[in-house]
């Protein structure tokens, strides 16, 4: 149990009980709501077990003389959503009533002697016995995990649902987890009845440490398990279809829920975050939900006017008007022939015309390009180009 906990936790609330409660006082408040939100008596309630843990936590606590100087101490000292308390006394504690791990729940339902178990150390960690029967540990959420994949243009622009193979730890299949043989079952740690870790006190309130003898887990395995050598985790691979939305980005982070490595004990999977990376095209870039492309077109073509095939992505064409005296550079908007987004419509696809100078003249084209000239005159396209930039004209 973490400082964090004692800081945060209200155990006095959780019980019902003021802060100068007696030890019979705590005790009696815990056996009634233990025997209410007991699992036997609430079954398939999850909200039931829960309080049951949360209220068995609180006892663990707060029937102990020592953990509960030490839990009112560090409230004292740091304090948590408004709740401080005052001065550094620990109240008074549990005494006659034993602690948590002298009492029985099973006696509060009536189970006899010949019930085993009931401590509440099995409320913090562990395993629940109940008449005998070991019951698995709480459900616990897989962890999430990462991959990247690379996209041809098309496949970002279109979406696409690829087979991706994961290697990660997970729970070892052999033994479902528990880190036990098959037919066995481990046992809660006696060093920290379930919980996974120690306290160690340190100026006057404690810190949480990973238990020595069972490191963390809260289970000790007597027989181990000889794929994972009794540690319930083990390396595996799987496949997941993973689907990439459309007008996905180069970049772009995508987040596939329940995708990542299963969880333990029933727990939900982690999620699975894929990075991804869209190859360049050849001839289309991208702007936003636009599409862009540069397109080529003869001198005569942009000063006399035509029209022009234009490419589309995914194989298709339209025809684009290209109006007489068209300048280098123009820009045309071809609509609905971009990106597809979210809400199911598209970006458009943006043409920038570029007038193609050829490098070589055959003597004919020569000839025509002089009287061209001729005919022109003294035309300047720069007109006061260096008078506006301060330079002599």
Known sequence: ???????????????????????????????????????????????????????????????????????????????????????????????????????????????????????MGDVFGGLFNRGGRQQQRAARRGADAESEVTLSFDEALDGVTLPLRLSGDGPCDACRGTGAKAGTMPRMCPTCQGTGSESRNAGGFAFAEP?????????????????????????????????????????????????GTPGENGGPAGDLFITVHVTPHALFGRNGDNLTLTLPVTFEEAALGSEVKVPTVGGGSVTLKVPPGTQNGRTFRVKGKGVTRKD???????????????????????????????????QDPRGDFMARAGGTS
Not at 65 to 91: Q, T, V
């Open 1 to 119: 149990m973490s400082t964090k906990d004692w800081i945060e936790k209200d155990y006095y609330k959780v019980l019902g009980v003021s802060k100068d409660a007696s030890a019979d006082q705590i005790k009696k408040s815990y056996r009634s709501l233990a025997k209410q939100f007991h699992p036997d008596a609430n079954a398939n309630n999850a909200a039931a077990e829960a309080k049951f843990k949360e209220v068995g936590e609180a006892y663990e606590v707060l029937s102990d003389d020592k953990k509960r100087k030490e839990y009112d101490e560090a409230r004292s000292l740091f304090g948590s959503g408004g709740f401080r308390f005052p001065g550094s006394g620990g109240g008074g504690g549990a005494r006659g009533g034993g602690g948590a791990q002298s009492f029985n729940i099973d006696d509060l339902l009536g189970r006899g002697a010949g019930a085993q178990g009931g401590g």
């Open 211 to 259: 238990c020595r003898e069972c490191r963390g887990r809260g289970l000790v395995v007597d027989d181990p398990c000889a794929v994972c050598h009794g540690n319930g985790r083990a390396r595996s691979s799987r496949t997941v279809q993973a689907r990439i939305p459309a007008g996905v980005k180069d970049g772009s982070r995508i987040r596939l829920k329940g995708k």
């Open 344 to 378: 199911g419509t598209r970006g458009d696809q943006l043409v920038t015309v570029e007038v193609a100078v050829p490098q070589k003249l055959s003597s004919e084209a020569r000839e025509a390009l002089e009287a061209y000239r001729a005919a022109m005159g003294s």
